[in-house]
């Protein structure tokens, strides 16, 4: 569980632990802003969600909690923790209830149920109703007598669940990619490579000496037809109205 899994690296952490795979400098564009550590006290760099607040700041290597605000989360989390683990034992309990009331009050004993302190051997019935057997049956039309064979299907193998070690890649890996994490901006510091040109006071000289140019961007292309016929439209609006006020005027003046 992720926030078992948050409690264990505040616990076992000074905060002072650079990130291995070197965080993230999206400065919450790319991704979430960071739940319990937002903003990093020293040098006031915005962490997103990929930075862990049990590890260093990205940008100043400053722990990013106090230790008040270290040991405050730990008794949060804690707490959370315990309130979800409550809630999951309840839902747990009201299915096992659910499941006992559908079965009855005395449930049966399935094969291989070890409840009753050793494993349990299985009933001659059950063995013989998981045995392949003949059917005789009578025909209602025919009168005649049919033999078959009947072979119970077999149950369904249980589900397996491999847990995969630090070199396998399991299913969640291949459906979930890891997350993009933004690189730190470079060191250089954009400046005026050129000397400026006083006959050219806005020529870009921040290039390596050519002349950055703007592109281009071209109105969309208007279909001629289409001009046409909206100005047919409005030609043919303008003598309705036209029309429409003559004859009001003719009929006012009558």
Do not use: M, W
Request: aromatic share 2%.
């Amino acid at each position: 569980r992720a926030l078992e899994g948050t409690i264990a690296d505040l616990a076992s952490s000074s905060g002072r632990e650079r990130d291995a795979q070197g965080g993230c400098f999206c400065q919450a564009r790319a991704h979430g802003l960071a739940r319990h550590a937002p903003l990093c006290a020293h040098c006031g760099f915005v962490l997103c969600a990929l930075n862990p607040p049990h590890l260093a700041c990205p940008h100043c290597s400053a722990p990013l909690l106090s230790p008040p605000a270290h040991a405050a989360l730990l008794e949060s989390l804690g707490s959370e923790l315990a309130a979800v683990l409550a809630r999951e034992e309840a839902v747990a309990q009201r299915e096992r209830e659910e499941a006992r009331e559908a079965a009855g009050a005395f449930p049966q004993l399935l094969p291989g149920d070890s409840r009753g302190g050793g494993p349990s051997v299985p009933s001659p019935a059950a063995v013989k109703a998981n045995q392949a057997h003949k059917v005789l049956s009578l025909s209602a039309k025919t009168k005649r007598v049919t033999v078959a064979s009947y072979t119970p299907p077999r149950p369904p193998a249980p589900a397996t669940f491999s847990n995969s070690g630090a070199g396998g890649e399991d299913s969640a890996t291949v459906d979930n990619p890891p997350p993009v994490r933004v690189p730190p901006p470079g060191r250089a510091v954009p400046h005026a490579r050129g000397r400026p040109d006083g006959t050219r006071p806005l020529a870009d000289v921040r290039g390596d000496g050519f002349v950055r140019t703007l592109t281009y961007v071209r109105e969309p292309r208007i279909d001629r037809e289409e001009l046409k016929e909206g100005l047919k439209a409005r030609k043919a609006k303008k003598a309705r109205d036209r029309t429409e006020g003559s004859a009001a005027a003719a009929a006012a003046a009558d």
